[in-house]
């Protein structure tokens, strides 16, 4: 009987080790089509990869091309800014010489004024008087009927 104990002993444990094989086979099987599958997503995501760094590449070539219109542009507003910066400068001093001149002419112009005023005075006091020498003239002559020659 120990031989047929021992005997169901070893086909039980000989059971026990073929579940255990199925069950390491099966495992294997498993994680070999999780191992296919991670390789194809890897697969894919490599190939996201690759079309991701392309795209990068254009998107810094772009930038790039941006960066320079960028400064080109801040060149050229500078220059602009500058000219007319230069030009304000100028039309101020134009500014400050038309003042000038308007307030030359403006003194000159108070200062004619003036003397049109003084002339105008002197030159009806100066037409009074040659209307009185008129008068008094004509009524000399008016006494005497030849007037003199």
Known sequence: MINTQ???????????????????ASYAESANRR????????????SHLDQLGGRVDQVGGKVDQLS????????????????????????????ERLEALMLKLDRNFESQK????EFQLSTGAALERIDRVLDYLLRQQGGNPNPPS
């Not at 005997?7 to 080790?17: C, G, K, Y």
């Not at 003036?114 to 005023?117: K, L």
């Open 114 to 117: 003036s003397q049109f005023q």
């Open 6 to 24: 021992r005997l169901d002993h070893v086909e039980d444990e000989l059971e026990t080790v073929k579940r255990l094989l199925v069950s390491t």
């Open 68 to 95: 320079d219109k960028i400064d080109s542009f801040i060149t050229h507003t500078q220059r602009l800014f500058t000219k007319a910066g230069s030009e304000i400068e100028e039309t101020k001093a134009r500014t």
């Open 35 to 46: 191992l296919d599958e991670l390789t194809i997503k890897q697969d894919r995501t490599q």
